[in-house]
């Protein structure tokens, strides 16, 4: 079975950092792009952050790009995603997805990556407050 | 950015009842638009990608269809546990933006 794990969550003051993990597993993790999406407490969904099946491409929302950082390590068919000089806006549950199916070099890009999130995580917790 | 937006906000329905819901993009998104359905404290699950086909395990009861850049989610007829947010969300350029949501529940 496809399982996606996240860990990392907790409280954080203003200006902190935290580093999130989702551990995947129950199917070839390098064969597929991944999505970091966000909830506020009580509001809508918000993407946050694509990486492409191979790491070699990433693209991120304007509201966190040059403060957050998305990577995976295929090796051990994790997930990150590295939040610095966090805001309060950032206070949300953190879920980790898979996206869309790539082979071969198109594992550089995220072309493929268009048939949605078929698989979350449960979430992880970030509050960010003093 | 491509916008997106969802209507109505809310709606209330009985069983059996069809149901539908909007999404309109601010521009050309091609059929890369998903639907989604969260229910209260649990993730969101993956209903409809590609405007109009239905991801594997989802109920013959959901629908999608596209015209132009207006998109539906049709519920042909509404089952208590189809009481849920329902979000779009297209998948054609970066951000991947969402709708804001919809929030379904029974009369």
């Known amino acids: 079975d496809v399982q996606l794990l996240e860990s990392g969550g907790g409280l954080v003051q203003p200006g902190g950092s935290l580093r999130l993990s989702c551990a995947a597993s129950?199917?070839?993790?390098?064969?597929?792009?991944m999505s970091w999406v966000r909830q506020a407490p009580g509001k809508g969904l918000e993407w946050v952050a694509v990486?492409?099946?191979?790491?070699?491409?990433?693209y991120y929302a304007d509201s966190v790009k040059g403060r957050f950082t998305i990577s995976r390590d295929n090796s051990r068919n994790t997930l990150y995603l590295q939040m610095d000089s966090l805001r309060a806006e950032a206070t949300a549950v953190y879920y980790c997805?898979?996206?869309?199916?790539?082979?071969?070099?198109?594992?550089?890009?995220?072309?493929?990556?268009?048939?949605?999130?078929?698989?979350w995580g449960q979430g992880t917790l970030v509050t960010v407050s003093s | 950015d491509i916008q997106m937006t969802q209507s109505p906000s809310s709606l209330s329905a009985s069983v059996g009842d069809r149901v539908t819901i909007t999404c309109r993009a601010s521009?050309?998104?091609?059929?890369?638009l998903n639907w989604y359905q969260q229910k209260p404290g649990t993730a969101p699950k993956l209903l409809i990608y590609?405007?109009?086909t239905l991801q594997s395990g989802v109920p013959s009861r959901f629908n999608g269809s596209r015209s132009g850049t207006d998109f539906t989610l049709t519920i042909s007829s509404l089952q208590s546990e189809d009481i849920a947010t329902y979000y779009c969300?297209?998948?054609?350029?970066?951000?991947?933006?969402f709708g804001q949501g919809t929030k379904l529940d029974i009369k």
């Open positions: 997805a898979r996206g869309g199916f790539c082979s071969g070099v198109y594992c550089h890009t995220i072309s493929y990556d268009r048939t949605g999130f078929d698989y």
């Open positions: 129950g199917f070839n993790f390098d064969n597929y792009a």
């Open positions: 990486i492409s099946g191979d790491g070699g491409s990433t």
């Open positions: 521009q050309s998104v091609s059929s890369f």
């Open positions: 590609a405007a109009s």
């Open positions: 969300q297209q998948s054609f350029s970066t951000p991947r933006t």
